[in-house]
Structures are given as structure tokens and as C-alpha cells.
């Protein structure tokens, strides 16, 4: 704990300072949650006493406790505004294992080219049907509005892609599951 130095003969809002160090102690430490926060804030607002020697204030206790109560509010937003940023940079950042590396890299390039000459073997059709479901997303009944087929038809389409991803080896590897 660090105790400021001052002559028992310091005048002017040092000495005010001085007499009302203790309350402005607990104000302090009640605002910022701990005596050692609190003492480097009365340490600050020391400092701060020294562009104020030769001016002089109407009422110095109740601008030391305004000085405090600022200091404090200062304190407290500039933790919060620290305390966001860091979380939002921890967020931001990409666990070890969300990279790739370059093996797993070359494999799902693989697996992409195996599902993409399997996929360009099939008629038009069942193409169309695949890709406005898996990439898409579109549910099977406005595929099957717009194909003109009923949705057990677009279930047979999805049903003979999936059959010749996997029967072109990009199958399970490829995370494909019939809906």
C-alpha cells in the first residue's frame, strides 16, 4: 500500500486533502471495490493537486469528493471499455483447432472434387434438386413447386445424389446424410 507524502505543513487543497484523506479513502474504495484501487486513485488525485497551487476554490472538500466521484466514474468506464475489448478480441480470435491445416486442407479439397464429378454425372434435374437443398437450404416442398414434382419425387432425386456421392468414394467422408 502506498502512502503520499505531504508536510504537515502543505496548505490549499493539499492540506484539505490531507484532513479528508480517509474518508476519501473509503469513498473510493467502496466506488472502485477495493483499497488498492482506491489508493491508486488518491494517488492520481494527488498528483493532480499540483496544477492547482496557486489557484484557489470556493469550497476545496466538496471538490476533492467531486474529484474523487469523477476519478472514479472514469476508472469504472475505462475497465468496462477494456474489459469489452478483450472480450471481443478473445471472441474474434480462432480456436487451433477451427484452422486447418494443410493436411486436412488437401483432403477436403479432395473430397469437394469427388463430390463435384459426382454430382456432375447426374441428369440436370437431380443436380438442381441437390444443390437448392444442401446448398440452399430450401425445404423439399418449394423444391418440389418449382421442379413441378411432387415432394416424393424430390425425395427420390435427393435419394439417387446421395447414392452417387458415395458410390464415387466422396460419401461418408463427405458428411452427406439422406434427409
Do not use: C
Not at 8 to 19: R, Y
Not at 134 to 160: D, F, M, N, T
Amino acid at each position: 500500500m502506498v502512502r503520499l507524502m505531504g508536510s504537515p505543513t502543505e496548505s490549499g487543497l493539499k492540506a484539505v486533502f490531507l484532513a479528508e484523506r480517509p474518508m476519501l479513502a473509503r469513498l473510493l474504495s467502496a466506488r472502485l471495490g477495493g483499497p488498492d484501487d482506491a489508493e491508486d486513485a488518491l494517488q492520481d488525485m494527488w498528483l493532480k493537486l499540483d496544477q492547482f497551487v496557486d489557484r484557489p476554490v470556493a469550497d476545496p472538500a466538496a471538490y476533492l469528493f467531486r474529484m474523487a466521484a469523477n476519478l472514479a466514474a472514469d476508472r469504472r468506464l475505462s475497465a468496462a471499455r477494456r474489459g469489452a475489448r478483450d472480450t471481443g478480441w478473445v471472441e474474434t480470435q480462432s480456436e487451433a483447432d477451427d484452422i486447418p491445416d494443410i493436411e486436412r486442407t488437401l483432403i477436403a479439397r479432395e473430397r469437394l472434387r469427388q463430390v463435384q464429378a459426382a454430382l456432375a454425372e447426374l441428369p440436370e434435374r437431380t443436380q438442381m434438386a441437390f444443390r437448392m437443398f444442401r446448398l440452399e437450404g430450401r425445404p423439399q416442398r418449394e423444391i418440389a413447386g418449382e421442379l413441378g414434382i411432387s415432394v416424393s419425387g424430390v425425395e427420390k432425386l435427393l435419394q439417387r445424389a446421395y447414392r452417387q456421392i458415395h458410390d464415387s468414394g466422396g460419401g461418408d467422408s463427405a458428411g452427406m446424410t439422406e434427409p
